[in-house]
C-alpha cells in the first residue's frame, strides 16, 4: 500500500461559478458519502481536517493578500491522505470526489517513502 | 427483606461506598488495607445481626462500625499512624480525631476520584474494567470471572497485578484536575462503554450478571453527570446511548433466554421510559463543538427507536454512519454503514460499495454480502451464507445463517 494525496481544486472566480445553497446541501451529503466510502475501506490515512474559508496568500515580494480569491483563479477546496495501491486505484477514488461536479478537478499525488 | 438477602444486597450497594471512602483517605497504598477493613466490617454484620438481629437502620449500622474499626486500625498500626496521619488528618491533631467522612457528597467524591484512579492507561483496558468492577461495583472475583468467561485465578491475578502496578506508578487517588479533565475523561469512557458493552454483547448465558454490568456501568456514568466538572457533552452522549440500547433489554431475549434480532423484536417491550431518558441526554450532549463517537452511535441508537423503515430514518442512519467511520475506522461500523446504504440506495448499489470493503475472513461479512444478494443473484448470495457459515465459530451463528439459507431456498422455489 502508498499513501496518496488527493487535493481538491475550485474556482471561486465570478459569482456565477458559486453553487446555490440547495447544491450546497446535496453536495454535503455527497461528500460525506464518498469520505464514507473510504474510510469503510479503511482507506483514510488520517482524520479530516477542516480548513477555514478565510485564507492568506504571500505572493513573490513579500506582500499578503486576504483570501486567495482574488489573484489565483483556482483555490484549495481540501486535501485528504489516502491509502491506494498504485494510481490506479488512487485515481479511481479520485474519480468520485464531488468537486468534480462542481467543476472543480483533483490532484493525485504519491508520497514517497525513502528506500531503506 | 429478611436477613439471607440483606446482606447480599447491601454488599452490593455499601461496600464499594465505603471502599471508595477509605481509599480516597489512605491513599493508592494502603488499598488493600481500606478492602480488609470493609470486609471486616460485613464480617461483623453477619456475626452480630444472626445473633442480635438486624438493627433498625442497618447502613448506619455499617457505618459506624466501619468508622470504629477504621480508628482502631490507625491506633494499632504505629507506622501507618506515623506515615499517614500527617497526610489524612487535616485538622485533627490525634488519631482519635479523624472521622471516616460517609455523607453523601464524600462517597460522591470518592467514587469520582477512584474512577479516575481505576481508568488509568497505566494499566490494560480489561484489567481497568476488571479493578471497576471489583472496587467501585463490588463484584466478587467470581462473577467477574463469569462475566468474561474466565476462570478466578486469572481474574484475582489480574486485579492483583493491576493494583501493584497502580501502586508502582504512585497514581494519587484524588479529584481529577480541571485542567486534565477532558484528555482523561476519554480514558474513562471508553472503560465505561466497554463495561456496557461486555454486558450487552457478552456471549455469556447469564442474563441477570449481564444486565448488572450494564446497570453498573449506567451508574457510573451517572456519577459522571452529577460533578460540573464531569458534566461534559460527550458524557451525556454516552449516557444517552446507553439509555437506549438499555430500554431493549427486555424485548431483545425469549422467555428462553434465547437473543432475539432487531427485526423481530416487538417493540411495545422497549422501554419508553429510557428512550424518553435517551432523548433527554442525547439534547443536553448537543452542545459544544466537539463530536463524539459517543454522539454518533447515540443519534444512529435514536433512529433505530423508530421501528418503521422510514427512508429518513435509513438516510440519517447512513449519514451517521460516515461520520463515524471518518472518526474511526472499524469492520463492524463499514459493515452496517453498507447494509444502511442499502436500505437507502438499494441493494445493486451496496453490493459495489460491500466488494471493496474485503473483509474476507469475517463471518459477518459474509453474512452481509449473502443478505445483499439475495433477490439480485441469488447463487451468489448461497455462495456467500455457506462461505460464512464455514467462517462462524459460535453454535448461535451457524444456527442463524442456516436459518438465512433455508429462507433463500424456500425463495428460489417460490
Redo the contacts between chains.
Keep these: 500500500m502508498n499513501e496518496f494525496l488527493l487535493i481538491f481544486r475550485r474556482a471561486f472566480g465570478s459569482s456565477e461559478e458559486q453553487p446555490s445553497p440547495e447544491m450546497m446541501q446535496q453536495s454535503i451529503?455527497q461528500w460525506?458519502?464518498w469520505?464514507?466510502?473510504i474510510?469503510?475501506?479503511?482507506k483514510?490515512v488520517r482524520?479530516?481536517q477542516r480548513w477555514d474559508l478565510e485564507g492568506r496568500v504571500v505572493k513573490k515580494d513579500k506582500d499578503v493578500i486576504n483570501g486567495p480569491y482574488a489573484e489565483i483563479k483556482e483555490s484549495i477546496g481540501g486535501l485528504i491522505l489516502i491509502r491506494a495501491k498504485d494510481y490506479d486505484e488512487a485515481v479511481e477514488i479520485a474519480q468520485g470526489c464531488p468537486i468534480l461536479e462542481l467543476g472543480g478537478n483533483v490532484e493525485v499525488r504519491m508520497a514517497v517513502t525513502p528506500a531503506v | 427483606m429478611n436477613e439471607s438477602e440483606l446482606i447480599p444486597h447491601l454488599f452490593r450497594t455499601e461496600y464499594r461506598k465505603i471502599v471508595s471512602v477509605l481509599c480516597y483517605l489512605f491513599g493508592i497504598e494502603h488499598m488493600e488495607t481500606a478492602e480488609d477493613i470493609v470486609s471486616d466490617t460485613f464480617l461483623s454484620a453477619t456475626e452480630s445481626w444472626s445473633i442480635k438481629g438486624i438493627p433498625e437502620n442497618p447502613v448506619a449500622w455499617l457505618y459506624t462500625v466501619a468508622k470504629n474499626k477504621t480508628r482502631n486500625y490507625l491506633r494499632h498500626h504505629a507506622v501507618f499512624e506515623q506515615k499517614l496521619v500527617k497526610q489524612i488528618a487535616y485538622n485533627a491533631e490525634k488519631v482519635e480525631e479523624i472521622q471516616l467522612d460517609l455523607s453523601d457528597q464524600n462517597i460522591k467524591d470518592s467514587q469520582l476520584a477512584m474512577i479516575f484512579t481505576i481508568c488509568n492507561p497505566a494499566i490494560s483496558t480489561v484489567s481497568q474494567i476488571s479493578l471497576a468492577l471489583s472496587l467501585l461495583c463490588g463484584f466478587g472475583v467470581q462473577e467477574i470471572a463469569d462475566a468474561f468467561l474466565s476462570n478466578k485465578e486469572t481474574v484475582y491475578k489480574r486485579i492483583k497485578r493491576a493494583k501493584e502496578k497502580l501502586k508502582e506508578d504512585q497514581i494519587r487517588i484524588e479529584q481529577p484536575q480541571l485542567s486534565e479533565i477532558s484528555h482523561r475523561l476519554e480514558t474513562v469512557l471508553t472503560t465505561l462503554y466497554l463495561l456496557f458493552s461486555e454486558g450487552y454483547y457478552s456471549v455469556s448465558n447469564n442474563i441477570t450478571l449481564r444486565e448488572d454490568l450494564c446497570a453498573e456501568a449506567m451508574r457510573l456514568n451517572f456519577l459522571l453527570l452529577e460533578n460540573p466538572n464531569t458534566n461534559t457533552p460527550a458524557v451525556n452522549a454516552l449516557f444517552s446511548l446507553m439509555c437506549f440500547h438499555a430500554s431493549r433489554f427486555e424485548a431483545r431475549t425469549d422467555p428462553e433466554g434465547a437473543a432475539i434480532l432487531y427485526e423481530d423484536q416487538d417493540e411495545h417491550l422497549w422501554n419508553k421510559e429510557l428512550i424518553e431518558r435517551g432523548i433527554y441526554y442525547l439534547n443536553k450532549a448537543s452542545t459544544g463543538n466537539n463530536l463524539t463517537k459517543y454522539h454518533l452511535e447515540a443519534a444512529i441508537a435514536y433512529w433505530h427507536t423508530h421501528k418503521a423503515d422510514t427512508n429518513e430514518k435509513w438516510d440519517n442512519i447512513r449519514q451517521l454512519y460516515n461520520q463515524l467511520l471518518i472518526l474511526e475506522y472499524s469492520p463492524v461500523v463499514a459493515m452496517n454503514r453498507t447494509y444502511a446504504l442499502a436500505k437507502v440506495k438499494g441493494k445493486a448499489m451496496a453490493i459495489l460499495e460491500a466488494e471493496k470493503l474485503q473483509l474476507s475472513g469475517n463471518h459477518l461479512y459474509y453474512s452481509l454480502l449473502g443478505d445483499l444478494y439475495t433477490g439480485i443473484d441469488n447463487p451468489k448470495a448461497l455462495k456467500s451464507f455457506e462461505k460464512a457459515h464455514q467462517l462462524a465459530s459460535t453454535d448461535t451463528d451457524k444456527q442463524l445463517i442456516l436459518s438465512n439459507i433455508k429462507k433463500l431456498s424456500e425463495r428460489r422455489m417460490d
Excluded at chain 1, 474510510?39 to 479503511?42: C, E, G, L, T, V
Design positions: 451529503k460525506q458519502d469520505f464514507g466510502s474510510a469503510a475501506q479503511d483514510l482524520p479530516l
